[in-house]
């Protein structure tokens, strides 16, 4: 009992995951809790019993003979196997009712043509995070398309409405973004650790990423798909900003000179 209770304390009071800024965030930590209260409380009971053992069945002076032989508990045996069993059979309902409330279920857009739906008239992609409460349907807003451009190793941000590219990704706090990635030459991974969202970037097959920023800010992107010998420097900025800055942002940006590099 004491066990339990101070594995679920350890589990709600750690600390250990960067700040949340995406509105998926919240659900995804709450996995991460949970899984962390079922490790302390595995680790402190193993350990618990390992120094139990260690003192009370130490070899005391003048014992010189071998322990007791023992073989075979049918009972302790069913115990330690449907113990396990029942644990990794809730993780695994529990993640993917979590993974299925991220958005994982909508189907990805495989084609240019597949899976597209309209909403008032535009394009609405497909695919992670496109469900009801990451596509901002309740709240009435169309998601911001940015197109994301992978390669070695690089991101490259293109905002089709405005015809902006950018090497930093600026998107609106509290409005719905729609990326759909490709890559140029080998698998990337689209990934900020803020926003507890990871996607693959393929070449030749679109992937679509669908998110709610929350809290201005610069987070890192990060490449999370070993891609070449400078992976791990493939690294962009995701700047959140408040919408009025990030209209600022577009319209400053529109019609510059386009450099590609
Ligand atoms: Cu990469």
């Keep these: 009992m004491v066990l339990v209770l101070g594995g679920l304390w350890i589990g709600q009071n750690v600390n250990l995951l960067p700040v949340d800024a995406s509105a ?15 490790g302390a409380i595995l680790f402190l009971g193993i350990l618990g019993v390992l120094v139990f053992s260690l003192i009370q069945f130490r070899r005391r002076s003048g014992q010189l003979g071998d322990g007791l032989a023992i073989e075979g508990n049918l009972p302790l045996e069913i115990f330690w196997t449907a113990v396990p069993a029942f644990v990794v059979l809730f993780v695994g309902l529990y993640s993917f009712d979590i993974y299925d409330r ?28 496109s469900s009801s409460s990451q596509s901002g349907s309740e709240t009435g807003l169309l998601p911001v398309p940015i197109e994301v451009t992978a390669m070695q190793f690089a991101f490259l941000f293109h905002y089709p409405k405005e015809d902006i590219m950018a090497g930093e990704l600026h998107v609106p706090a509290g409005r719905p ?4 990635m490709e890559a140029k030459d080998v698998i990337h991974a689209f990934w900020v650790p803020e926003f507890r969202i990871k996607q693959d970037v393929i070449p030749g097959q679109p992937t679509v990423l669908n998110f709610t920023p929350t809290k201005p800010g610069r987070y890192p992107i990060v ?5 070449g010998p400078y992976h791990g420097g493939m690294r962009s900025t995701v700047v959140v900003e408040d919408p009025e800055d990030f209209d600022t942002w577009l319209t400053n940006n529109t019609k510059a000179p386009v450099s590609e590099a």
């Design 24 to 38: 998926n965030a919240s659900v995804y930590d709450e996995l991460f809790r949970v899984l962390f209260s079922i």
């Design 223 to 227: 490449c999370a798909e070993l891609c």
């Design 102 to 129: 991220m958005g994982g279920m909508a189907p990805l857009s495989h084609s240019a043509h597949d899976h597209h739906s309209m909403v008032a008239g535009e394009e609405v992609w497909g695919g992670i995070g």
């Design 177 to 180: 973004v729609s990326l759909k």
